[in-house]
């Protein structure tokens, strides 16, 4: 056969492109029968700890024009689709309940502040870094719009009783001075008694009830009910019975012990040293 000229070999292209196209096609059409990629599901994050003060919320308060971080020893306790957070210095409260789905968390809190609620079922969503911290949104008003976040507690090993019995007394000094007192008394008997002095909501007010640490983590849970309260506070004792979460922080010396107790109404929160 004569060779083919240039001519030939570009007529002859047209139909090697086409041969090519045949073979290579097929396998770039999708087939109804193939599966289709599932995509695999995040696995829901861990955020049950203890969260030390150092983390902070950048909210509204009085005289604010935007939100400003007025709170920077933000500390916190997550345990069984509870969110509690608690600031010392701004006598704030924060308590509600949330879902997780992946790394995102959202839910709704009742906000106390200077021991009475003052808002309740305000949204919040945001982020979980497990083991790191928690960032969200609150989507209230006041100190319930803004934004916070929580940081991990380098200690979060399990605790004991023993770790909490002894006498404690308020880090702060407010109007109510309240004294905790925490012993290893068998059930049916008390563990954990504080009672109250000067003038508040708390005014003389008796907290008697029950602690426990909570297996494997950094928490304790604490039941309590108020009685004794003076006559013109005895607003605090209409709902008797308080409930919330404990921790102890051995980074400090002395040692500290943080109390979030609310009943809807008031917030028996704080931290104490112990003596």
Not at 28 to 37: A, G, L, M
Not at 59 to 84: C, F, H, K, R, W
Request: charge should be negative.
């Amino acid at each position: 056969m004569a060779p083919l000229t240039l001519s030939g070999r570009l007529s002859a292209l047209p139909m090697t492109l086409l041969a090519l196209m045949v073979l290579v096609l097929p396998g770039c059409f999708h087939n109804d029968d193939d599966p289709v990629p599932v995509p695999v599901p995040i696995p829901n994050a861990d955020p049950v700890g203890y969260y030390d003060d150092d983390g902070y919320a950048d909210v509204m308060l009085a005289g604010d024009e935007a939100p400003s971080a007025t709170i920077e020893d933000l500390q916190g306790m997550v345990y069984n689709g509870q969110l509690m957070m608690f600031s010392e210095s701004a006598n704030l409260t924060y308590v509600g309940t949330f879902t997780v789905s992946g790394n995102d968390i959202s839910g709704s809190v009742t906000v106390y502040e200077a021991d009475e609620m003052t808002q309740e079922n305000v949204p919040f969503t945001g982020l979980i870094t497990q083991g790191a911290n928690i960032s969200g949104t609150l989507a209230g008003t006041g100190v319930a719009n803004g934004t916070f976040k929580l940081e991990y507690a380098a200690d979060n090993g399990p605790v004991n009783m023993e770790m909490l019995v002894s006498a404690w007394e308020p880090v702060t000094s407010p109007p109510v001075i309240s004294f905790v007192r925490v012993n290893d008394n068998a059930l049916p008997d008390p563990n954990f008694n504080s009672a109250t002095s000067g003038t508040g909501l708390f005014s003389n007010c008796g907290f008697n009830g029950r602690i426990k640490p909570l297996v494997g983590i950094h928490l304790y849970s604490v039941t309590v009910t108020v009685d004794s309260c003076s006559p013109g506070t005895i607003d605090v004792q209409t709902v008797p019975l308080y409930t919330g979460l404990v921790s102890v922080r051995s980074d400090v010396d002395p040692v500290r012990m943080t109390v979030i107790l609310t009943n809807g109404a008031y917030d028996f929160s704080g931290e104490y040293r112990a003596l």
